[in-house]
């Protein structure tokens, strides 16, 4: 898949709060009430990244979890990254 051009990823950030771009990929972070709930989501985003058969690089401590998208074949943000970003804000919004 097409790597996107910087201006069209920050376009696209525009719809999605709490992202931002640095180094070839796409930022967020969530805290959440204690490491059960950060770790609940975590695993609902598990099974639709493997849905999507398209991953984050993320790390979790205790109640904090932050992710990183990129598309390592592309070299950098795709459509992929968007389609699971949007996907892992639904899945944060629905608790
Ligand atoms: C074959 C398989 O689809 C690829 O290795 C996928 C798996 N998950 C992936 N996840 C991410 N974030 N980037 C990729 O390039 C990628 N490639």
Redesign the pocket.
């Known amino acids: 898949m097409e790597k996107l051009s910087e201006e069209a990823i920050n376009k696209k950030l525009e719809t999605l709060e709490g992202w931002k771009y640095a180094k070839n990929a796409i930022h967020t972070s969530f805290q959440f009430n204690n490491f059960k709930d950060a770790f609940t989501v975590m695993t609902r985003i598990a099974f639709e990244a493997e849905a999507q058969?398209?991953?984050p690089n993320w790390g979790n401590v205790y109640n904090e979890l932050e992710i990183s998208?990129?598309?390592?074949?592309a070299g950098g943000v795709t459509e992929k990254d968007f389609k699971l970003a949007n996907a892992i804000e639904e899945i944060v919004e629905a608790g």
């Open positions: 058969q398209h991953h998208l990129s598309t390592h074949d």
